[in-house]
């Protein structure tokens, strides 16, 4: 709607162009010989460079009194912490351990002893003073057949046909013609007092079995922790008194197997 001239002349210090444009624009455009780039200065805002200023007051409800993160955030940095702690070990303190390499040297008959003990890393635990002792009886210094009998009966249950399964032996590696010898301590609170301990026992029941003054031959060897571990393990050996395997078809008599077609056949054709 256009307005009529007595209105437009009412209003006409409203319309004037001082009032709709800033002042630098409004001087531009009268002094029209300054570059364009003074008035782009003039409208180009200056930031301000004094430090932002934070009420701490207004914080105080985000943050927990003397924590400055949850715990499973530390819990997670500790982790990452022994992480990288293990990981300095390996990339400079392992190299180091190549001075103490040696070379491995197959046990001979000399040595026919075989010593385990238990760590767990480093960390302390009752079982780490436990020693354990398994030697083959044939590779053991024992005179003849007799002290070798008189050797299992004194062993008892620490004597087995077969060697133990944590032993590290095997029995396709010679001497298990006699069995094993096991013996443990963990009594004493140091390793090397309970290796003693066993070392020593042994040596007094190689002494008892040479000394043939009685040679024990009419006592038999004691099998019955062996019988018992075959009935435990529920595996088929205990069946009909075996006690060393399970049965198979050559325990059964040959009456009661089946016979073979090709012979069943035969059989008639031979006795017409």
Same mark, same amino acid.
Request: charged residues 25%; proline residues 10%.
């Given at each position: 709607?256009?307005?009529?001239?007595?209105?437009? &002349?009412?209003?006409?210090?409203?319309? /004037? &162009?001082?009032?709709?444009?800033?002042? +630098?624009?409004?001087?531009?455009?009268? +002094?029209?010989?300054?570059?364009?780039?003074?008035?782009?200065?003039?409208? /180009?805002?200056?930031?301000?460079?004094?430090?932002?200023?934070?009420?701490?007051? $207004?914080?105080?409800?985000?943050?927990?009194?003397?924590?400055?993160?949850?715990?499973?955030?530390?819990?997670?940095?500790?982790?990452?912490?022994?992480?990288?702690?293990?990981? /300095?070990?390996?990339?400079?303190?392992?190299?180091?351990?190549?001075?103490?390499?040696?070379?491995?040297?197959?046990?001979?008959?000399?040595?026919?002893?075989?010593?385990? +003990?238990?760590?767990?890393?480093?960390? *302390?635990?009752?079982?780490?003073?436990? !020693?354990?002792?398994?030697?083959?009886?044939?590779?053991?210094?024992?005179?003849?057949?007799?002290?070798?009998?008189?050797?299992?009966?004194?062993?008892?249950? !620490?004597?087995?046909?077969? *060697? *133990?399964?944590?032993?590290?032996?095997?029995?396709?590696? =010679?001497?298990?013609?006699?069995?094993?010898?096991?013996?443990?301590?963990?009594?004493?609170?140091? =390793?090397?007092?309970?290796?003693?301990?066993?070392?020593?026992?042994?040596? !007094?029941?190689?002494?008892?079995?040479?000394?043939?003054?009685?040679?024990?031959?009419?006592?038999?060897?004691?099998?019955?922790?062996? %019988?018992?571990?075959? !009935?435990?393990?529920?595996?088929?050996?205990?069946?009909?008194?075996?006690?060393?395997?399970?049965?198979?078809?050559?325990?059964?008599?040959? %009456?009661?197997?089946?016979?073979?077609?090709?012979? $069943?056949?035969?059989?008639?054709?031979? +006795?017409?």
């Amino acid at each position: 709607m256009a307005l009529s001239r007595s209105s437009r &002349t009412a209003f006409a210090h409203v319309f /004037r &162009t001082k009032h709709f444009h800033t002042g +630098s624009v409004l001087n531009a455009r009268q +002094s029209p010989g300054a570059p364009a780039a003074a008035a782009a200065k003039a409208r /180009r805002a200056i930031p301000s460079l004094e430090p932002l200023l934070i009420e701490e007051d $207004a914080l105080e409800d985000q943050v927990r009194d003397g924590d400055d993160a949850p715990e499973p955030t530390h819990k997670y940095l500790q982790q990452q912490r022994e992480m990288l702690y293990y990981m /300095r070990l390996i990339e400079h303190e392992m190299p180091k351990l190549v001075a103490y390499r040696k070379p491995f040297v197959p046990p001979n008959s000399s040595n026919p002893l075989v010593i385990r +003990s238990i760590t767990y890393g480093g960390e *302390p635990h009752p079982a780490t003073a436990k !020693r354990t002792i398994v030697v083959p009886v044939a590779r053991l210094p024992l005179r003849n057949e007799q002290a070798i009998h008189k050797f299992k009966v004194l062993a008892g249950v !620490r004597w087995t046909p077969e *060697p *133990p399964k944590d032993s590290g032996l095997n029995p396709e590696e =010679g001497g298990s013609e006699h069995g094993y010898f096991k013996i443990s301590c963990e009594d004493f609170p140091k =390793g090397p007092m309970n290796l003693k301990w066993a070392s020593d026992t042994l040596d !007094r029941l190689l002494a008892a079995a040479n000394d043939l003054k009685e040679p024990f031959a009419d006592i038999p060897v004691d099998t019955r922790h062996i %019988e018992a571990r075959t !009935r435990k393990a529920k595996k088929g050996g205990h069946i009909y008194g075996r006690q060393t395997h399970r049965p198979t078809l050559r325990d059964f008599p040959k %009456e009661w197997l089946p016979v073979p077609k090709g012979e $069943a056949t035969s059989e008639p054709s031979a +006795s017409a």
